[in-house]
């Protein structure tokens, strides 16, 4: 399977210091049938591997303030990245993940963000993204 989202729009107000779902509206490609409902289900008879990479761009980050990704894996937080703010000025900040998940059939994955500005901000669609895909090779 592989698959390449990216959200159908700006998704706006995610509160300050509460893990929000990333909401990807729009399918580039999905081979299996396997995104749906904002997350990606392992199909039968396709347990393994899988690269992932996120990319997530987030308006008016403030000076040494984070933004994270978080990636869940059957509704339980797995990994996650972030990158501090370092000026004086409100940004638009990208961060993105790559990580390896080892999958069987069922399991599932789901992108959250979480920011440290204070009021709510916006993630902008048009940096944003999330690809995965199978590795070949390991067959567990």
Known sequence: PIWIVKPASDQGSIAQDTATKVSWGTEV?????????????????????????????????????ELTIKVYKNGSEELQTYHYASTDNQINMIVEHSSVHVLAASDY???YVIHGTSGSQTLLAARSRWSGYRLAGYNP
Not at 32 to 41: G, H
């Open 29 to 65: 490609l999905d081979t299996d049938s396997a995104f749906a409902s904002d997350k990606f289900t392992v199909p039968a008879g396709k347990a393994g591997a899988y690269a992932i990479q996120v990319q997530v761009c987030m308006d008016d980050i403030e000076n040494q303030k």
């Open 109 to 111: 994955l789901e992108i």
